[in-house]
Structures are given as structure tokens and as C-alpha cells.
């Protein structure tokens, strides 16, 4: 079945230091990409999508590029800040169905 | 501005013991979801539904049971809760199942002793 695989955490960063979290996925056909963000007691919120091959969904100052040819979807940030610090999970989504999520990335960026 | 509200925000339960995690939108999706979010696992789909009167199971529904009776309304119960459901459960909607964008509650931390 169809899958998300993400860089283990946690990952520990300075602020102003750049940031790659790594995402990849394994499915049939051409599903959307997603990466939701989780603050500190909060739910999951969405931070950025791509539906199809080389798009590339930006928020925040977070990109992260559809990749068919190497099934990925990281995420990646120029400059990260204390307030940046959160779980990330990548997710995907196949027409008419739930999101399949990763088991998530905790980012902690110190001052 | 509500969105999804759930109650309880947190509980404790005795092992046996029967219990329902209400979830509540105002939004007129269509589509609901419940996951479950346990360390190192991740997020896993316990039940959806895509409209009210029809629901379906996720990847690991077992001992949990929902219903949608009608839009707004989502409840998760536990018949005879055991210590492996300690978990935080987040409830979920969407305008259709399938939507790009899924809006999250804040969540149920559940444990059971």
C-alpha cells in the first residue's frame, strides 16, 4: 500500500540555520504531496501542498518540491526561528481518500 | 472563529471502562476523520466518514466504533477501553473526503490504566 517515509528526529538547529527535512513516498499513480505542521499542544495544521509532478508549494518561507523521478518531497527553509520549532509530517493523498501521513519530524531551533 | 472543538481535552480511564470523544464542526464538511497520534508511529486513520449516515474504517480500527448522524457531529467511542488506546486522538474534517486541506481539532489525550 501506499506509504510516507521521513527523517527521523529530532532535528536540532540554530536559529537563522538552513533547514532539510527529508521526505519521500511510495505509491501508484500521481497522489498530492502534503507537509502539515504541528505547533506545541496544538493540532495539525496545513503548511504547504503540491498536486502534481514539479510543482512546488511555498508558505512561510518553507518550500518543498514534487519530485516523481525520486518520489520525494523535502522540506526545506533558508532560515529557520525559535518560532519554527514544531513536528513536521509529511503526508499524501490519493484522489478521494484520506491523508497517509509520516510519523513526523521534530524541528527544535535554539537562539 | 470555532472550526473543530473536542471534548474531553484530556482523560483518564480505567481499563474496562466505556468512553466517547465528542467532535464538533461548523464548517459543513462533508468529510470527517479520527486518527490517532502515538510516538514514533506517527498519525494513523482509526474511522472516517465522507457524509453524515455513512462512516468507514481507517487503518486500525479495531476496538473503537463511530457514528454520523448528522454534518457537525463525529463521536469516537470506546466500548471496553484497554491500556494500548492511550493515545491523543485528533478529530478532522474536510469539504469532501479527498479535499487537499484536512482542519485539525487540538485534540483528546486519553490514557488508560
Known amino acids: 500500500g501506499d506509504s510516507v517515509t521521513q527523517m527521523e528526529g529530532p532535528v536540532t538547529l540554530s536559529e537563522e540555520a538552513f533547514l532539510t527535512i527529508n521526505c519521500t513516498y511510495t505509491a501508484t499513480g500521481y497522489p498530492s504531496l502534503f507537509w502539515y505542521v504541528q505547533y506545541p499542544g496544538e493540532g495539525l495544521q496545513l503548511l504547504l501542498k503540491a498536486t502534481k509532478a514539479d510543482d512546488k508549494g511555498s508558505n512561510k518561507g518553507f518550500e518543498a518540491t514534487y519530485r516523481k523521478e525520486t518520489t520525494s518531497f523535502h522540506l526545506e527553509k533558508g532560515s529557520v526561528q525559535v518560532s519554527d520549532s514544531a513536528v513536521y509530517f509529511c503526508?499524501?493523498?490519493?484522489?478521494?481518500?484520506?491523508?497517509?501521513f509520516g510519523k513526523g519530524t521534530t524541528l527544535s531551533v535554539s537562539s | 472563529t470555532a472550526g473543530i472543538t473536542q471534548a474531553p481535552t484530556s482523560q483518564i480511564l480505567a481499563a474496562g471502562r466505556s468512553m466517547t470523544l465528542r467532535c464538533t464542526q461548523d464548517?459543513?464538511?462533508?468529510?470527517m476523520y479520527w486518527y490517532r497520534q502515538d510516538l514514533g508511529l506517527g498519525l494513523r486513520l482509526i474511522h472516517y466518514?465522507?457524509?453524515?449516515?455513512?462512516?468507514g474504517k481507517g487503518e486500525v480500527p479495531d476496538g473503537y466504533s463511530v457514528s454520523r448522524a448528522n454534518t457537525d457531529d463525529f463521536p469516537l467511542t470506546l466500548a471496553s477501553a484497554v491500556p494500548s488506546q492511550t493515545s491523543v486522538y485528533f478529530c478532522a474534517s474536510s469539504d469532501e473526503l479527498g479535499s487537499d486541506t484536512q482542519y485539525f481539532g487540538p485534540g483528546t489525550r486519553l490514557t488508560v490504566l
Open positions: 464548517m459543513r464538511h462533508n468529510a
Open positions: 503526508a499524501l493523498r490519493q484522489a478521494g481518500t484520506a491523508l497517509i
Open positions: 466518514s465522507n457524509t453524515a449516515g455513512t462512516t
